[in-house]
């Protein structure tokens, strides 16, 4: 039972971070007794960044780095020595997330736009992947696939909006 615990953690980690990051968005929303939806926007695009980015990236780094075969095995992938690198890639993006949850919209901003790359590249490359390869192992077209699909859709709309808040406050 605990083996299954843990292997659906770490399988479905990245849909398990994006949960948890919009269900203390909403926590913290409520305990400011219902903000306008901008400030739930700002408040969403925090968490999302330190929850649903920072983490899932540092974790992919250690798993991609530290144990390449369980990794690659779980996308559907040989072993790799790029998985080096792409584990440096998610660490620096992970770590921008962690960073970003308490930095200024300008570094926000940026974060996001680096990670809605990121991720949107990857998923195109899933795809790409289920396509050509007929690849649908669950780190290729499980959950994975589906939160480089969902964060960075989120993140968008949690930038524009506050960007349009933000635009609307300077004005008044």
Request: proline share 4%.
């Amino acid at each position: 039972m605990i083996e299954s615990l843990i292997r659906t953690l770490l399988t479905d980690f990245s849909l398990i971070m994006l949960v948890v990051a919009v269900a203390l968005a909403i926590a913290a929303h409520l305990r400011g007794h219902g903000e306008p939806r901008e400030h739930f926007a700002n408040r969403l695009l925090g968490w999302l960044l330190l929850v649903a980015v920072g983490l899932p990236g540092i974790y992919t780094f250690v798993m991609h780095v530290f144990f390449p075969a369980t990794s690659a095995a779980n996308i559907g992938w040989a072993v790799s020595p790029f998985q080096y690198e792409v584990g440096i890639a998610d660490l620096t993006v992970g770590v921008l997330g962690v960073v970003a949850f308490w930095g200024n919209f300008g570094f926000r901003l940026a974060t996001a736009i680096a990670t809605i790359l990121w991720l949107g590249g990857d998923a195109v490359g899933h795809v790409r992947q289920m396509i050509a390869a007929k690849n649908f192992a669950p780190g290729n077209a499980g959950p994975w696939f589906w939160t480089d699909v969902i964060v960075p859709l989120l993140l968008v709309i949690c930038v524009v909006v506050v960007r349009k808040w933000q635009e609307h406050i300077s004005r008044a």
